[in-house]
């Protein structure tokens, strides 16, 4: 069982920078492809960065690609999401979660294993 403790939100002006970390325990942390999500008020989950278990691939959501930058440290068990250019649309609550997917990190949720309890991010204009 692998537990996940975001940490790093807060708030923030448009076009200020934020990272979140992701501190895993409980589980060989290396094992795990990591994957970022946020869900703002009213909508559903939404994919927005995810690492392969060795760190050496990253994928990411059309909206963050160029502003966000994921990254781990599997000797620290941390997964990291460095946040820059926010935008009031960035606006949400992220999750990290780990998948034990055998093939490519999934941008869908339902393939992750285990979640944190989130982290609030708010951008303000």
């Known amino acids: 069982q692998v537990q996940l403790v975001e940490s790093g939100g807060g708030l923030v002006q448009a076009g200020g920078s934020l990272r979140l970390s992701c501190a895993a325990s409980?589980?060989?942390?290396?094992?795990?492809?990591m994957g970022w999500f946020r869900q703002a008020p009213g909508k559903e989950r939404e994919f927005v960065a995810a690492i392969r278990w060795s760190g050496g691939t990253t994928y990411y959501a059309d909206s963050v690609k160029g502003r966000f930058t994921i990254s781990r440290d599997n000797a620290k068990n941390t997964v990291y999401l460095q946040m820059n250019s926010l935008k009031p649309e960035d606006t949400a609550v992220y999750y990290c979660?780990?998948?034990?997917?055998?093939?490519?990190?999934?941008?869908?949720?339902?393939?992750?294993?285990?979640w944190g309890q989130g982290t609030q991010v708010t951008v303000s204009s």
């Open positions: 409980g589980g060989t942390f290396s094992y795990y492809h």
């Open positions: 979660a780990a998948s034990r997917s055998l093939y490519t990190p999934p941008r869908s949720s339902y393939e992750y294993n285990y």
